[in-house]
């Protein structure tokens, strides 16, 4: 029944070393987003893809890439990950991207660097 | 810039007892207005939204809340709460022109004594 799947749900990362986070969906959306959550804060959205179209958030740092290879997979790609990038990664889908769209998340995935 | 506020940031409450939580937004302009809800180790998901009609919008699990616009609010209660209403609730905006971007308030943990 999970409509939004993402692994690891925990990731473990040493400073610099690149790491890749995926998110999965079985919704058909065309619509999927990554969010940062850091602790007592928002979900910060990095970015989003409609169908291959990919828009960067004005503030994303661009060690933070994404990738869409298909309908059903986005990853998020952090380069060089600092201790300031850990926090929980949230995966997200929507129809489509007017404004009353729900979005569905993933659980999220938990990134500590080390 | 939007913002949304969620002044409550930790909330306890015993079993049966009445919850309002606060959430105001700055928008000038039409609104999507949402209640999203987080249990413990699980995924956010969508506890009610607000599109347009009537300001009083019921959701799932006994929960409500109302659009006053006037005040730029959409406050969030329960008449009576249960043990199992223990999570993070997290109120978030979009607007009607232009972005479609979830605008989320910084969450409120929301404790249940038994």
């Known amino acids: 029944d999970a409509m939004v799947i993402q692994n690891p749900r925990y990731q473990v990362t040493q400073f610099g070393k690149p790491v890749t986070l995926s998110c999965s969906q079985t919704?058909?959306?065309?619509?999927m987003y990554w969010y940062q959550q850091k602790s007592s804060q928002a979900p910060k959205l990095l970015f989003h893809?409609?169908?291959?179209?990919?828009?960067n958030e004005a503030d994303t740092p661009d060690n933070f890439q994404s990738r869409r290879p298909n309908t059903s997979f986005c990853f998020l790609d952090i380069r060089s990950p600092g201790l300031g990038d850990a926090a929980m990664y949230l995966c997200?889908?929507?129809?489509?991207?007017?404004?009353?769209?729900?979005?569905?998340f993933g659980p999220g995935t938990r990134l500590t660097v080390t | 810039a939007q913002s949304v506020s969620q002044h409550n940031h930790h909330v306890i409450l015993s079993e049966a007892a009445s919850l309002e939580l606060g959430c105001n937004y700055s928008y000038g302009g039409t609104v999507n207005l949402f209640w999203y809800v987080q249990y413990p180790g699980q995924h956010l998901q969508l506890l009610l939204k607000y599109f347009s009609g009537d300001p009083l919008v019921k959701g799932i699990k006994g929960f409500e809340a109302e659009f006053i616009k006037s005040k730029f609010s959409f406050n969030l209660r329960k008449p009576s709460v249960q043990w199992s209403d223990t999570a993070e609730y997290f109120c978030?905006?979009?607007?009607?022109?232009?972005?479609?971007?979830?605008?989320f308030g910084t969450g409120t943990r929301l404790k249940v004594l038994a």
């Open positions: 919704l058909n959306h065309n619509v």
């Open positions: 997200a889908t929507s129809r489509d991207l007017a404004g009353g769209s729900e979005q569905y």
């Open positions: 893809y409609y169908d291959k179209d990919f828009n």
């Open positions: 978030a905006v979009t607007t009607t022109s232009g972005t479609y971007k979830y605008i």
